[in-house]
């Protein structure tokens, strides 16, 4: 019922939406999410969407990026066909992978076995996990039964992500443009962001920006307004999905504050 009460809260699906698939999923034995996809009121990707933002686990969309053939080498192809997921991306000693379950704690702990590294999920939805498994690996001999991927979802435990220090209110368009080789997307143009808020420290900033990326990929914040044209060199620190499709994205700058603070003239 909290996972309905969440559905209906952020308008994913309408009350006339909802109870139309609960009767037919009831009626069919099928889960709801099933239906919901099905009758055409969510798409897969957005049934995907929907869990990570309910909790807090991100949503990636893979075609954003280029999956490296040596991370893909990682493990045998059994084992990704068995569980569908792929390894995205690896910041140091951390391994990011995207999985139809990020709640498999069986997978987590063979990938922490198998590779010695800290696991960090993601959530993928399925078609897009095949896709680059097909491409990688060529298409399976059989076909893949997605329906069992679909079934109702265990209760999440949700963690707020931490800020730091107050914040000040602003609303400035940036660009940001990556500075980490290990994060490849599959544009190299510079990425559209919507500065949301400043720390009052003049450490930290959230915005708004169209992709994930991972804590601790280096960065460069371009800001181009009236009186202030600048660069600033910036850090993750959190990613987290928002509704519509867009990614809430927490910075540390790399920079003198005074820089930073400068930019507090323009507050809401």
Request: net charge neutral; with cysteine; charged share 25%.
């Amino acid at each position: 019922m909290r996972l309905e009460r969440h559905l209906l809260d952020g308008k994913w699906v309408s009350p006339a939406q909802l109870m139309e698939a609960k009767e037919e999923a009831k009626a069919r034995g099928r889960s709801l999410y099933c239906i919901l996809t099905r009758k055409g009121f969510l798409s897969e990707e957005e049934v995907f969407m929907f869990f990570a933002g309910y909790s807090g686990i991100p949503f990636v969309r893979l075609s954003d990026y280029n999956i490296s053939e040596e991370l893909l080498a990682l493990f045998p192809e059994p084992l990704y066909r068995d569980k569908l997921f792929v390894p995205l991306l690896k910041m140091e000693n951390v391994l990011y992978a995207a999985m139809v379950n990020p709640l498999d704690s069986d997978l987590i702990n063979t990938l922490t076995t198998r590779t010695g590294m800290e696991i960090n999920v993601l959530f993928a939805n399925p078609s897009a996990l095949q896709k680059v498994l097909d491409k990688h690996f060529g298409s399976p001999d059989q076909f893949f039964d997605i329906r069992g991927l679909m079934s109702a979802p265990q209760a999440f435990s949700m963690m707020p992500p931490a800020r730091e220090s107050e914040r000040v209110s602003v609303d400035i368009p940036a660009e940001i443009e990556l500075e980490d080789k290990n994060v490849t997307l599959v544009s190299g143009a510079p990425l559209s962001v919507m500065i949301s808020d400043i720390s009052s420290s003049g450490r930290a900033a959230g915005m708004s920006a169209p992709v994930f990326l991972p804590a601790g990929a280096r960065l460069c914040v371009k800001f181009s307004l009236k009186d202030i044209s600048c660069k600033v060199k910036a850090q993750v620190s959190r990613c987290t999905s928002e509704k519509n499709g867009r990614y809430s994205l927490g910075v540390q700058f790399i920079a003198e504050e005074a820089v930073i603070k400068s930019l507090m003239g323009f507050g809401k």
